[in-house]
């Protein structure tokens, strides 16, 4: 379908920038804005209500500021994620500073998002929500999202089990609106292919956590970059949730990956020891696509590559065409 009017002629590539915990802070979020694809954070990376509510403020202004600089070149809109969970206690004072600074897009996650899309609708923003099956999609829509993210097989923190195929092509069988494919993406050629499937956009994390502007160590980098799809492992023994971490990151804090691959407990560990290994910033998440990712350049740098690599295969002539 046609790209959102919050979006036109403000992308350089069909691409939203997933938001990470700790990870994705303003400094990734505007490198990637003024690289022309949109920019997220979860809204809990600011540790206060307080703090989002300076960072906005200052986001807000330095888009600003950067696009009447810089005229001819497209600057994308920014995006926050709110988790709507009960377990949340912030939710009501994050939603109202968002409508405070009508933040462009919501990013909605762990739980219906009722009575937050009147309130983004409410200045124009647009609300997209994360969903893993059918079930939760059909959901969504019945509150009144803008678009879902189809979160598949092989994405980084909370994914799904579904194939990209599969949950793709059945959601379009009843959802004409914006969808955006997240699941092992990490290049222009993965843009391209979620475009031919049937997405509007590509939803990509794990390949912006290896970047010089990600608030990430650089332990957690070069991890990403000496692994492989193979180190990935699916459990939802750190947050309750099934997602992806990265195996070797696992084994660092003495746990053995193959004990808790698909939920199953290490009898070796108690519970006292559990609670000290914290998700995200103890062990830390990615996709399946690392098996692709050697370098950490600059969110500018990436991005043009992954320009060139779209416009290669778009230009790719078929055998059958």
């Not at 307080?50 to 809109?77: K, S």
């Not at 897009?105 to 200045?123: M, Q």
């Not at 092509?169 to 031919?196: H, K, Q």
Request: a negative charge.
């Amino acid at each position: 379908m046609p790209i959102p009017a919050t979006f036109a002629g403000k992308l350089t590539l069909p691409v939203i920038a997933s938001p990470m915990f700790i990870v994705s802070y303003p400094e990734l979020v505007l490198a990637q804005c003024k690289a022309g694809i949109v920019g997220t954070f979860p809204s809990l990376n600011a540790r206060q209500p307080g703090q989002l509510d300076e960072w906005l403020g200052r986001m807000t202004a330095d888009l600003a500021d950067y696009a009447a600089a810089n005229p001819a070149q497209p600057v994308a809109p920014f995006g926050v994620n709110l988790i709507v969970h009960k377990s949340n206690t912030r939710l009501r004072e994050d939603v109202e500073l968002v409508v405070k600074h009508k933040v462009p897009l919501i990013i909605t996650s762990v739980g219906a998002p009722t009575g937050i899309v009147e309130a983004v609708h409410s200045y124009g923003g647009l609300v997209f929500h994360d969903v893993t099956n059918i079930r939760h999609a059909k959901k969504a829509l019945s509150v009144g999202v803008d678009g879902l993210i189809l979160v598949a097989a092989g994405a980084g923190g909370h994914a799904g089990t579904l194939s990209p195929f599969a949950l793709l092509s059945e959601v379009r069988e009843f959802f004409d609106g914006p969808l955006v494919l997240a699941g092992a993406m990490s290049s222009g050629r993965s843009v391209r292919a979620a475009e031919v499937m049937g997405a509007d956009f590509a939803y990509i994390g794990t390949r912006f956590i290896a970047t010089a502007e990600a608030n990430a160590n650089e332990a957690y980098k070069q991890m990403l970059i000496d692994g492989a799809a193979s180190d990935i492992v699916y459990t939802p023994m750190f947050s309750g949730i099934p997602g992806n971490y990265l195996g070797p990151s696992i084994a660092a804090n003495g746990i053995d990956p193959t004990a808790i691959s698909g939920g199953q407990a290490d009898p070796n560990l108690s519970i006292e020891d559990w609670s000290k290994k914290k998700a995200w910033k103890d062990i830390w998440s990615a996709g399946q696509g690392i098996g692709t990712i050697h370098d950490a350049p600059s969110v500018a740098d990436l991005v043009a590559r992954m320009k060139a690599e779209y416009r290669d295969a778009a230009t790719t002539p078929s055998t059958f065409l």
